[in-house]
């Protein structure tokens, strides 16, 4: 312990003896089920969870906001193509008024969780918080619920303490962070902004200024029919064309992009790999004895923050993309003529903060000062604190456990560092909002 007024550590004390408080609400957090959904899927335990935290959050004066949002219409937005509809899926929004002359911080969390999977493969029930060894399992513990109930401890500390930083604290929990992204984005779309933002994902105390974007890029492969076991006259002559074949060829663009990229100057950053292209699905053929006439390739493309453009998307990796997949099917003298056909499925945009911004140094500070030692660093996949950081919220990610646990069985938080990331936060609210 350094350096804390007395008003941090009568918190910091309250924090502390509220541990069974703060493990009792990630449990009913844990128990509301919540994973995250494909396509349209019906709700699940969504609006009972924000109903939860919307009650604890009245409870102690905040302004609080729960509802279903517009739909995501195709056409909207890359992040989603296809029509998606928030039934029964409400964002939360609760903005706890400071005295009025103090900046104001957003703490973001999202509450779906990836799906559980096979119960048998958990030592308890996933969708039932229990504490072991210091740990407590559940799906959602580690990502990201743990993060969510530190975030209303501290709220409540506040209170319970009748301490009010001078700005604004506004706590906003969204859906789909696991999925299409479209959560956190309709929340930002509804004017919810602070001048600085942490989000709680697992990042053991690092800080996560930046990260990469993501886009989904399907290559289609031309071909033509033909029966698989008679002799077949040259393509000119009307003969078939396996596409299938022509993948080779097409794994040998992906293949020159990302060496590439892996070389280029801007390429470089300091917080994050280099740019990727990675296949992941191949599809093509319809019958046995049959050449196939399309076969498709997905490939996942990872870029860099430098890359989005003015209209806030990377439309210049597109390009390229297609460029470098054009020019290397025209040596074919097939694919020269019958181009490929590029789609894209999805896309998340990157986002950096400032390295030098005080939301990124000083919740390192506050975690040091109570023995975590973290460091800045850079999340290769994609969070919210993006969307908010574009929507002109300077946001990082700062959560209690790390990312091993994170998507598999048997994911737990240990409960001390849920209490040491509840501590940091506040003191990061009392620092940066002034009291
Ligand atoms: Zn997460």
């Known amino acids: 312990m350094e350096g804390q007024s007395r008003i941090e550590e009568r918190v910091l004390a309250r924090v502390r003896t509220g541990r069974d408080e703060l493990v009792g609400l990630l449990g009913e957090l844990i128990a509301c089920d919540t994973s995250s959904r494909e396509g349209n899927a019906a709700a699940r335990d969504e609006a009972k969870l924000q109903e939860i935290l919307a009650a604890r959050l009245r409870g102690l004066g905040a302004d609080v906001r729960v509802w279903e949002p517009e739909p995501i219409e ?55 918080a229990e504490v072991r060894d210091g740990r407590l399992y559940g799906r959602g513990a580690n990502d990201m619920k743990g993060a969510l109930a530190s975030f209303v401890h501290v709220l409540e500390c506040l209170r319970a303490e009748g301490v009010r930083p001078a700005g604004d604290v506004v706590l906003a929990a969204n859906t789909e962070e696991e999925s299409t992204g479209t959560g956190g984005l309709r929340v930002a779309q509804s004017g919810v902004a602070a001048d600085a933002g942490i989000c709680g994902e697992p990042t053991g105390f690092d800080v996560w200024a930046a990260c990469r974007g993501a886009m989904t890029f399907v290559v289609g492969i031309p071909g033509r029919t033909g029966h ?40 470089r950053h300091p917080l994050l790999s280099t740019p990727d292209i990675v296949p992941t699905m191949v599809r093509g053929g319809e019958w046995t004895v049959t050449y196939p006439d399309r076969c498709t390739l997905t490939c996942d493309v990872e870029y860099m923050p430098s890359r989005v453009d003015g209209c806030g998307w990377a439309q210049g990796v597109r390009d390229e993309l297609e460029a ?49 030692h973290g460091r800045v660093a850079g999340l290769d996949s994609w969070h919210d604190a993006a969307t908010f950081t574009r929507f002109g919220t300077p946001t990082v990610s700062f959560g209690p456990g790390g990312f091993e646990t994170a998507h598999r069985e048997n994911e737990y938080v240990p409960v001390d560092d849920l209490v040491d990331h509840a501590c940091a936060v506040a003191l990061v609210a009392l620092r940066f909002c002034g009291t």
């Open 228 to 267: 698989a076991e008679m002799p077949q006259p040259g393509w000119r002559d009307g003969g078939a064309v396996n596409a299938i074949e022509r993948l080779e060829i097409v794994l040998a663009a992906a293949r020159r992009l990302r060496e590439d990229w892996r070389t280029r100057d801007d390429s």
């Open 74 to 128: 195709p056409g909207e937005t890359p992040a989603c193509l296809f029509h998606l509809d928030f039934v029964g899926r409400p964002q939360l929004v609760a903005r706890v008024a400071g005295t009025g002359r103090g900046r104001s911080l957003l703490l973001n969390g999202h509450i779906d969780a990836v799906p559980y999977g096979d119960v048998s493969r958990w030592q308890s029930h996933p969708l039932k």
């Open 324 to 372: 470098l997949f054009d020019a290397t099917a025209a040596a074919d003298p097939w694919l020269a003529e019958h181009p490929l056909s590029y789609e894209y499925l999805t896309e998340a945009v990157p986002a950096e903060v400032p390295v030098d911004h005080e939301i990124v140094r000083l919740p390192l500070q506050c975690a040091a000062e109570l023995g975590r």
